[in-house]
T-cell receptor
């Protein structure tokens, strides 16, 4: 019973490098989300998807791109990493609307030097 | 716009004592409200949720929360805390159907 799986769990990038974070869920959930968590700021929504092939911007989308080509996967890309993107990134999914609540992954700790 | 306020950044409680974590929300319609817990180095786990009916909601791990519309509050309570309850707690409100808006969290420390 995997739930929501995030890879990698840790990563160190140099400024200007690119990378992709992968989120996979095996619960047949429709909605998927990417949040970032920073001390004292709670969780801030980066992008989300309400179904396969759809994406939408959240609260802090700049510097990130996403894709949802398959229902079970939601990818978060950083094209040119900046130190301000040092954070812990969480993926979450919801059965249908957000009113069902989220299931979270265990997070990816990203450091940009 | 919807918002959630958790006024207490950090709370310290003795093991065995009661606990109340505060949450205030701003939302025009009947809210869907949630409490999540995050243990160190882990993701968030759902404790309980409210969407209608009885205003006192029971959750996992012995937690409960009470919805008070007149005060726009959804406070989390536990009669007797255990050392394993040390964690960060987040309140959230569903912003329409598409996403949750989270508070900034309350860190709970348990002292022996």
């Amino acid at each position: 019973n995997a739930g929501v799986t995030q890879t990698p769990k840790f990563r160190v990038l140099k400024t200007g490098q690119s990378m992709t974070l992968l989120c996979a869920q095996d619960m047949n959930h429709e909605y998927m989300y990417w949040y970032r968590q920073d001390p004292g700021m709670g969780l801030r929504l980066i992008h989300y998807s309400v179904g396969e092939g759809t994406t939408a911007k959240g609260e802090v989308p700049d510097g990130y791109n996403v894709s949802r080509l398959k229902k079970q996967n939601f990818l978060l890309g950083l094209e040119s990493a900046a130190p301000s993107q040092t954070s812990v990134y969480f993926c979450a999914s919801s059965y249908a609307t957000a009113t069902y609540g989220y299931t979270f992954g265990s997070g990816t700790r990203l450091t940009v030097v | 716009a919807q918002s959630v306020t958790q006024p207490d950044i950090h709370i310290t409680v003795s093991e065995g004592a009661s606990l109340e974590l505060r949450c205030n929300y701003s939302y025009g319609a009947t809210p869907y409200l949630f409490w999540y817990v995050q243990s160190p180095g882990q993701g968030l786990q759902l404790l309980l949720k409210y969407f209608s009916g009885d205003t006192l909601v029971q959750g996992i791990k012995g937690f409960e929360a009470e919805f008070k519309r007149s005060q726009s509050s959804f406070n989390l309570r536990k009669p007797s805390v255990h050392w394993s309850d040390a964690a960060e707690y987040f309140c959230a409100v569903a912003s329409g159907n598409e996403k949750l808006t989270f508070g900034t969290g309350t860190r709970l420390t348990i002292i022996p």
